[in-house]
T-cell receptor, first 112, second 116 residues
């Protein structure tokens, strides 16, 4: 059974810092790896999706990498802003394609 | 598009009552997912449908939970009878399966359920 872990569970940084969020998964036979953002009381918003054949994806100040062999993914946020404050969740898609296993999330606070 | 629509947004009910949660996926999406989020267990997949057919319901906690998708634009998740431990936020999500590539899942705003 796939298990996804995110460390740290919470992170507080000053505005402008570059930061890395970590995600690890136990079963390397994944179809893809997705990163989501969740604001308090809201649903999830997809940030980046990395197919299993890819090693990274970029969108604006966000860069996500995938290393299947080591069971790890990282989300890099450049020049963090207070608006980046949210919970970030990673999810591993299994080989059947559609089923996602979520990590517990990292709650990020960027202080002005 | 209005995105994934869920109703009601909040539901407070008493133990033993039937609860029905509703979801309208994004038009054109052929996969629909029901998730439950709690502080203790995080976000868990309950069931998903592909082209209106239930594909995997292994995440459904017990027989008190049932889900249907009578057409491509509507799905329900029913809990009967409800129990306090069912209190959680229930999310519906939809995506487009285009060939072998899994597309991004788009989440609705969730239904916050409190069972007293």
């Amino acid at each position: 059974k796939q298990e996804v872990t995110q460390i740290p569970a919470a992170l507080s940084v000053p505005e402008g810092e570059n930061l890395v969020l970590n995600c690890s998964f136990t079963d390397s036979a994944i179809y893809n790896l997705q990163w989501f953002r969740q604001d308090p009381g809201k649903g999830l918003t997809s940030l980046l999706l990395i197919q299993s054949s890819q090693r990274e994806q970029t969108s604006g100040r966000l860069n996500a990498s995938l290393d299947k062999s080591s069971g790890r993914s990282t989300l890099y946020i450049a020049a963090s802003q207070p608006g980046d404050s949210a919970t970030y969740l990673c999810a591993a898609g299994n080989n059947a394609g559609n089923m996602l296993t979520f990590g517990g999330g990292t709650r990020l606070m960027v202080k002005p | 598009d209005a995105g994934v629509i869920q109703s009601p947004r909040h539901e407070v009910t008493e133990m033993g009552q039937e609860v029905t949660l509703r979801c309208k996926p994004i038009s054109g999406h052929n996969s629909l997912f029901w998730y439950r989020q709690t502080m203790m267990r995080g976000l868990e997949l309950l069931i998903y449908f592909n082209n209106n057919v239930p594909i995997d319901d292994s995440g459904m906690p017990e027989d008190r939970f049932s889900a249907k998708m009578p057409n491509a634009s509507f799905s329900t998740l029913k809990i009967q009878p409800s129990e306090p431990r069912d209190s959680a936020v229930y999310f519906c999500a939809s995506s487009l399966m285009a060939g072998p590539l899994q597309e991004t899942q788009y989440f609705g705003p969730g239904t916050r359920l409190l069972v007293l």
